[in-house]
């Protein structure tokens, strides 16, 4: 069997540069990226990290950063039910101006064997690059259902 | 329909829009106009029913039947070329929009199957027509514009075509 690759290309009506400031940038990722919020100096080699309400969710190094070109970096998940117990992939995001917009490519390779992180970002980048569409065209962001039904669950976890 | 047909392409959007707005974008005449690269879609709206997906020029681009039609949920067509004439070899595949809530948005699912053996150089043109095709529908269904997308087959599909008996 050939190793799992993950490719998602969306279109975004925008510029090179401020799609790539929006996939590096703490704040808008926070936005964006329902409340992850990325952190590095975007040094090769050195760490990114992503936090939701404290806690760490994807820890990585950097590298590539091309700006406003392609960033790269390899990607560990610490989400439930992963807890960074598999090894990291990789993750390559290209940005090519066409017209008035910005083609913008996700590749998410280099999985560990059996990995069970790639089913989950198979869900989740349509989701997150959705939302960076959304953020970037019509300011404003959306939401993970799966989040919401998460935090419901634990409600009644609490309520019971 | 006796073939079965395999999902070989699958692309999913997020659009911040209901249910009936995704089905009426997808499945008006007028509404696809404006992203689908000025091409206007037909539907006789049961099963069974005629699917055209018409040029600017009145030509036939796409035509199938209407496998699936469960408003605002679910459209499965089948889906074949008609021009350009060389893509006219080509089996038809089937075209299937899902539509699901999904928080405060909706979850467009489209996936593309086929009956056959299709090579990677024939499914690379709707790899790279979909994501353009969906990203310019989240557009107009967000923002009210649409983008002006260029896009046309990429040769390793139009070469693997020539080849095909």
Request: aromatic share 10%; proline share 7%.
């Amino acid at each position: 069997m050939s190793k799992p690759v993950f490719v998602y290309v969306v279109y975004i009506a925008s510029t090179p540069e401020k799609v790539f400031k929006a996939l590096t940038d703490t704040d808008a990722t926070a936005k964006f990226w329902f409340g992850n919020a990325v952190t590095s100096d975007w040094k090769v080699g050195s760490p990114v990290t992503f936090h939701r309400e404290g806690k760490l969710i994807v820890s990585g190094k950097v590298l590539e950063h091309d700006a406003p070109r392609r960033l790269s970096y390899t990607f560990q998940s610490h989400h439930e039910p992963h807890n960074g117990t598999e090894k990291p992939s990789r993750v390559v995001m290209d940005l090519e101006q066409q017209r008035d917009q910005v083609k913008l490519t996700v590749t998410h390779d280099d999985f560990a064997p059996d990995s069970k992180v790639f089913s989950s970002i198979s869900n989740g980048w349509p989701l997150v690059l959705s939302s960076l569409k959304s953020y970037l065209e019509a300011n404003r962001v959306l939401y993970a259902p799966w989040y919401e039904e998460q935090a419901k669950r634990e409600v009644e976890k609490a309520a019971s | 329909m006796t073939a079965t047909f395999t999902p070989k392409t699958v692309y999913v959007t997020y659009i911040a829009a209901t249910l009936e707005k995704v089905w009426q974008a997808l499945t008006s005449t007028e509404f696809t106009r404006k992203y689908f690269w000025e091409r206007g879609v037909e539907i006789e709206p049961k099963r069974g029913g005629a699917f055209v997906l018409r040029l600017p020029d009145g030509r036939v681009n796409v035509q199938g039947k209407v496998v699936e039609y469960d408003p605002p949920r679910k459209l499965s067509v089948t889906w074949h070329v008609e021009w350009p004439e060389d893509f006219r070899k080509l089996p038809e595949c089937l075209v299937t929009y899902e539509i699901a809530p999904a928080g405060e948005a909706v979850r467009l699912t489209m996936t593309e199957s086929h009956s056959w053996e299709v090579p990677d150089a024939i499914l690379s043109g709707g790899k790279l027509g979909w994501p353009a095709v969906l990203s310019g529908l989240k557009s107009l269904l967000e923002t009210g514009k649409v983008p002006a997308i260029a896009m046309e087959p990429p040769q390793e599909m139009i070469q693997a075509i020539r080849r095909l008996k």
